[in-house]
């Protein structure tokens, strides 16, 4: 079972993430998530346990759960498809696709049989 473990402190690492689990049962990973660009824990993680019964006595254990002075949030993880949409997730429709645009020598032909200038701009406004 995976289990999301929220409100983690910016020191926690993997090892540490893994300690915590431990106690209740087989752990088959444990990851802090990072930052790419900064390289800085993002505050929270993911733990897979190979008991789902033993994942929840410890979802159920550690849920709330003070860990370097802060509250852990301990939830089993959803996978993305079965999570409920939140605000900046939006289902949205396909985009139409844009028309082609005129190639620069049509629109400088077009403006060289319209004339240039003022009476080229009324004739190309009107006909």
């Known amino acids: 079972m995976n289990i999301y473990v929220g409100n983690l402190s910016y020191d926690v690492r993997d090892e540490e993430l893994r300690a915590i689990f ?10 802090v998530i990072f930052d790419k660009r900064t390289r800085r824990s993002r505050g929270y993680g993911f733990v897979e346990m190979a008991n789902d019964s033993e994942a929840q006595q410890a979802i159920e254990t550690l849920n709330g759960k003070e860990v370097h002075g802060r509250e852990l949030r301990v939830d089993a993880s959803q996978p993305r498809s079965e999570k409920p949409l939140t605000r900046g997730d ?20 077009a403006a060289a049989e319209a004339g240039t200038g003022v009476k080229g701009f009324f004739k190309r406004l009107f006909g």
Do not use: L, M
């Not at 209740?24 to 444990?30: L, N, W």
């Not at 939006?90 to 032909?109: K, L, N, V």
């Open 90 to 109: 939006s289902e949205r429709a396909p985009r139409a696709p844009r028309p082609p645009r005129p190639s620069p020598a049509a629109s400088q032909t």
């Open 22 to 31: 431990e106690p209740f049962g087989q752990i088959v990973a444990a990851e």
